[in-house]
């Protein structure tokens, strides 16, 4: 009994991280969808750069209450 117990509680876990990795990816889409196009390489930011842009609008959305807890 408690093995099944064990089995619902990481099956529930298993969703919840799924739901949250849905919920990034859609917000990325938005994200990605409000960006201008660059029209010149140099005009390009690092994916660091990006990276740390999307981590601070997930905090605007909120997703989060504070960058570092997205790391």
Partial sequence: ???????RATHQLLERGV????????????YNDRQ???H??????S????FDEFLEYLVTVGFADE???LR
């Fill in 1 to 7: 009994m408690e093995t099944l117990r064990l089995a």
């Fill in 36 to 38: 201008e196009p660059k």
């Fill in 67 to 69: 960058r570092h807890e």
């Fill in 47 to 50: 994916n660091v750069e990006r």
């Fill in 19 to 30: 739901e949250a990795l849905e919920k990034i990816e859609r917000e990325l889409e938005r």
């Fill in 40 to 45: 010149q390489a140099t005009d390009t930011p």
